[in-house]
């Protein structure tokens, strides 16, 4: 059984322990031909061209002939895997002006460890005879896989902490808070001036969901085809941030919404169905610490109604905003309440449990 929350201060290793199984597995990119021969004066365009390569400065033409190495990642430069399953590189191309193709001396450095879940960056560094060099990373996100939720849930006291409809202003200082303690959580995300922190949620190690773009039920919920724009939108605009694309979903008000029969009858019980069809996972939530509502908007009231759901269920889907600071400031208790009574805090995957609502609408 891995350990999700231990603490932050623990370094991940590059080589596996000696029990662990099953092993390491790093297997090499395929060495790709460049498309001309040694005297290639510009880089043969990349599917997937990187703004990190950086070719380096030019000696003085008397010297010797001008040299440009450039390498370039093919396929995505962020990846997932699950834990214990193979990566698989899928390769980069490298090459100069001078030598051409640099394949053979590119070198591939990793701290990736596929036992255990982290963020790994993998750098490939291109060097031609003279010694000038062009390096480019990749980030490999190694998640827990389907073996590693089910224990988990079938123990019990699983917390699935989920912030909804930011990141705002408040963001920061709740990854603070999630990093001192290494809990891992769920954001379900809308488009916001603070959208640049899905990468630092995501970085570290956080699941970044999708909410929707606009949140605007009036919007959202006219039209399914209304609805799945405005998915999509948020989908991408994350992906550009991140290189990541999300299938978990959280409809803006819940499945359960009412307020969408102003807009489209019948329209959540239609989507609750083609989202699914899709391959989006949708989560309602079984515990709700009601920080929206005016009347209990405290700390003391979002921490106690977390903790008495967490109480109550073995799989507790905690429904939060981090939009708001009084809720932000209750979840350093909520957490060392769990900590202490051998909860184990987790991010939502398509493995995990999914509360659903009854649909009204
Ligand atoms: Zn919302």
Not at 289 to 311: C, L, P
Request: net charge negative; hydrophobic share 30%.
């Amino acid at each position: 059984m891995p350990t999700p929350n231990k603490p932050a201060s623990v370094e991940v290793k590059y080589a596996p322990a000696a029990t662990a199984t099953p092993f390491l597995t790093i297997t090499m990119p395929p060495i790709i031909e460049p498309s001309e021969s040694t005297d290639i004066l510009s880089p043969t365009p990349s599917p997937s061209p990187s703004p990190s390569s950086t070719p380096t400065p030019s000696p003085t033409p008397t010297e010797r002939p001008e040299s440009v190495v450039s390498i370039n990642l093919l396929g995505e430069p962020v990846m997932e895997i699950k834990r214990c399953s193979e990566w698989i590189d899928p390769g980069f191309v490298a090459q100069d002006s001078i030598d051409g193709n640099l394949a053979a001396s590119t070198t591939i450095s990793s701290d990736l460890d596929v036992n255990e879940v982290g963020c790994y960056t993998v750098t490939y560094t291109a060097r031609n005879v003279v010694g000038d060099t062009a390096e480019v990373s990749r980030t490999v996100y190694v998640r827990y896989n389907k073996e590693d939720y089910e224990a988990f849930e079938a123990k019990g006291k699983v917390v699935y902490l989920t912030f909804d409809d930011g990141p705002s202003e408040n963001t920061e200082k709740l990854l603070g808070i999630l990093d001192k303690y290494n809990v891992k959580v769920t954001f379900f995300v809308k488009n916001s001036d603070q959208l640049d922190l899905v990468k630092k949620e995501a970085a570290n190690g956080h699941t970044v969901a999708i909410h929707t773009y606009t949140h605007s039920y009036s919007k959202v919920y006219r039209s399914e085809e209304a609805y799945y724009d405005d998915l999509y939108k948020m989908r991408e605009a994350v992906y550009e941030k991140i290189g990541l694309r999300s299938n978990l979903i959280r409809f803006p008000g819940g499945s359960s919404n009412t307020v969408s029969r102003s807009y489209n009858s019948g329209i959540m019980t239609r989507l609750a169905k083609s989202v699914q069809e899709k391959g989006f996972c949708y989560f309602d939530w079984n515990v709700s610490t009601t920080d929206g509502n005016a009347s209990t908007r405290t700390s003391d009231v979002v921490r106690d109604h977390a903790i008495a759901g967490m109480k109550s269920k073995n799989i507790a889907v905690v429904l939060m905003h981090d939009t708001h600071s009084h809720t932000v400031n209750a979840v350093e208790e909520i957490i060392n309440f769990g900590l202490e009574n051998g909860y184990t805090f987790l991010p939502l995957s398509e493995y995990s449990f999914q509360p659903h609502h009854g649909i009204s609408n």
